[in-house]
């Protein structure tokens, strides 16, 4: 059997570590420049080298990205950019763009590169043009099917690696190649600038008619046309080993450390439970279910791993998100006293029921009994976002690096 990596995205050192504490063997990043992901928080130079010394110490590698489609005013910035990465030293660079690709390769010779799924890697003769550029690894088009997948893998060098999408955000547009956000905003989610237009509600005007606005869908509200439900294949572990793919891939670069936490974990359980016996997997299979709808998503589909998508992979009538619970915090350390001491995300109150979330797939329901401030004030409630909290629980259980959340009460 081939070797397996969970690799897991981060926005920011905070959620690098989390990631990689809570199971990923690879974290993929995105630096200030060259990124598809410019609105998320992204990595300064400083951080960068913090997360990479961070993860090596701990045997786990870090990717970053630099797949936009460059245009000319980008080769010469790349060029300055790889200088930079190259003294920083990140385990492999993700690209999509062929000119950025031949930068990258003449500023940093030996650097390993894997190929972005924007380059719409649909067939196994485009893999073996990367390979034969260069390339150790490809991600596969999210339009492929695991019949595809595994055509691919007996195709191409027994060496060279399959990365693929396996949970997360899925974009209406051919591999993620949009003109949706430049058409109606000006920003081109191919340079990094994605708008999400695909997640706002359509409806439509006749051109005699303005002002009289029609919904595409037979649906008073209007619809959602182009809203893709999310990817989740946490049931599927064992078709997506056999298909041959070495890397399974999360989207969400911009999530919290909450979503972090809770897909690595489950995930990391999931291949290690297949691993070790089948039989563990199917037994723990509601397990994983179950925890994995304890994130944020937007319902989930196979996408096109079983075929092509139809009617149900799309969601017409909202572009909400299923937010089952509430990211509360991460523990930074606890005190003499016992208490938990971390910066507040979400509110929450005294005599709440908070759940903890341990590295190793416990998960402990305990009690908020003091909630006080850093003069050690005693509160109700802790109304201020990034405040920093000592928390007492009915249990002494909580430890350095925990992840605090919490059921949202919008749905109880």
């Known amino acids: 059997m081939r070797d397996l990596e969970l690799l897991i995205p981060a926005g920011n050192l905070e959620n690098l570590k989390v990631?990689?504490?809570?199971?990923?063997?690879?974290?993929?990043?995105?630096?200030?420049?060259?990124?598809?992901?410019?609105?998320?928080?992204?990595?300064t130079k400083e951080d960068m080298k913090s997360g990479i010394k961070y993860a090596h110490e701990r045997g786990k590698k870090v990717y970053v990205t630099a797949n936009i489609l460059g245009h000319?005013?980008?080769?010469?910035?790349?060029?300055?950019?790889?200088?930079?990465?190259?003294?920083?030293?990140?385990?492999?660079?993700?690209?999509?763009?062929?000119?950025?690709?031949?930068?990258?390769?003449?500023?940093?010779?030996?650097?390993?590169?894997?190929?972005?799924?924007?380059?719409?890697?649909?067939?196994?003769?485009?893999?073996?043009?990367?390979?034969?550029?260069?390339?150790?690894?490809?991600?596969?088009?999210?339009?492929?099917?695991?019949?595809?997948?595994?055509?691919?893998?007996?195709?191409?060098?027994?060496?060279?690696?399959?990365?693929?999408?396996?949970?997360?955000?899925?974009?209406?547009?051919?591999?993620?190649?949009c003109l949706l956000s430049n058409f109606f905003t000006g920003k081109d989610a191919n340079r990094g600038e994605c708008t999400h237009s695909c997640r706002w509600k359509y409806s439509v005007v006749e051109e005699k008619r303005p002002g009289e606005y029609m919904p595409v869908y037979e649906n008073e509200r209007g619809t959602y046309i182009f809203n893709s439900k999310d990817l989740c294949m946490i049931e599927y572990i064992p078709e997506l080993i056999e298909a041959g793919i070495?890397?399974?891939?999360?989207?969400?670069?911009?999530?919290?450390?909450?979503?972090?936490?809770?897909?690595?974990?489950?995930?990391?359980?999931?291949?290690?439970?297949?691993l070790k016996s089948p039989e563990t997997f199917k037994e723990n299979l509601e397990w994983y279910k179950s925890e994995i709808g304890k994130c944020t998503y937007r319902e989930f589909t196979t996408g096109f791993f079983f075929g092509k998508p139809d009617s149900d992979t799309q969601i017409y009538d909202s572009n909400t998100y299923v937010k089952n619970y509430i990211y509360i915090g991460t523990v930074n350390e606890v005190d003499e006293k016992g208490r938990a001491i971390f910066n507040q995300k979400n509110r929450f109150f005294v005599g709440d029921n908070i759940e903890i979330m341990k590295k190793n797939g416990e998960n402990i329901s305990l009690c908020v009994e003091s909630i006080e401030d850093e003069k050690d004030e005693k509160?109700?409630?802790?109304?201020?976002?990034?405040?920093?909290?000592?928390?007492?629980?009915?249990?002494?259980?909580?430890?350095?690096?925990?992840?605090?959340?919490?059921?949202?009460?919008?749905?109880?």
């Open 19 to 43: 990631a990689i504490d809570y199971g990923a063997d690879a974290v993929y990043i995105g630096g200030e420049f060259f990124s598809l992901r410019a609105k998320a928080k992204n990595f």
């Open 72 to 177: 000319n005013d980008d080769l010469d910035a790349a060029r300055g950019y790889f200088e930079e990465l190259k003294e920083i030293g990140p385990d492999a660079l993700i690209i999509s763009d062929p000119g950025i690709f031949t930068v990258a390769k003449e500023v940093w010779p030996e650097v390993e590169i894997h190929i972005s799924t924007q380059a719409n890697n649909t067939n196994y003769a485009t893999y073996l043009f990367w390979w034969k550029l260069g390339a150790s690894r490809v991600v596969t088009a999210r339009e492929l099917s695991l019949e595809e997948i595994k055509k691919i893998r007996d195709n191409i060098p027994e060496e060279m690696e399959i990365e693929t999408f396996v949970h997360g955000a899925m974009c209406m547009s051919y591999s993620g190649r």
């Open 246 to 274: 070495d890397s399974f891939k999360i989207e969400g670069r911009m999530k919290t450390a909450l979503y972090v936490a809770t897909v690595a974990r489950t995930y990391r359980k999931a291949i290690d439970d297949y």
């Open 379 to 412: 509160m109700e409630s802790a109304p201020h976002p990034m405040q920093l909290l000592k928390v007492t629980f009915d249990k002494q259980v909580a430890e350095e690096g925990d992840i605090l959340r919490i059921y949202n009460p919008e749905r109880q």
